[in-house]
């Protein structure tokens, strides 16, 4: 399993990123997809992630800004961010499966300048 993120970058606040996360090795169709983000001193957590079937779930703190979303043709995972916030600020890291596996991608960062 590789998974490989990318699309990080310095935004001002208010502004938009997508995040993709393309994936190989396994069959990416049959399993979700989870984004995940680690700000300096903080824990890793769960930002959004994505069902085989394209159903999604959302950390309450993005809710209605961030959308995941999937190309299962493309084998690839987006993360579309917008009206970002200073406190999105992190590590991005893609994650194979709806649940919490061992398979990261390498990580992409976010800055947000307020």
């Known amino acids: 399993v590789q998974l490989q993120a990318s699309g990080g970058g310095l935004v001002q606040a208010g502004g938009s990123l997508r995040l993709s996360c393309a994936a190989s090795g396994y069959i990416f169709r049959d399993f979700g997809m989870g984004w995940y983000r680690q700000a300096p001193g903080k824990q890793r957590e769960l930002v959004a992630r994505i069902s085989s079937l394209g159903g999604t779930n959302y950390a309450d703190s993005v809710k209605g800004r961030f959308a995941i979303s999937r190309d299962n043709a493309e084998k690839m995972a987006h993360l579309q961010m917008n009206s970002l916030k200073p406190e999105d600020m992190g590590v991005y890291y893609c994650?194979?499966?709806?649940?919490?596996?061992?398979?990261w991608g390498q990580g992409t960062l976010v800055t947000v300048s307020s």
């Open positions: 994650n194979c499966g709806w649940t919490i596996s061992n398979y």
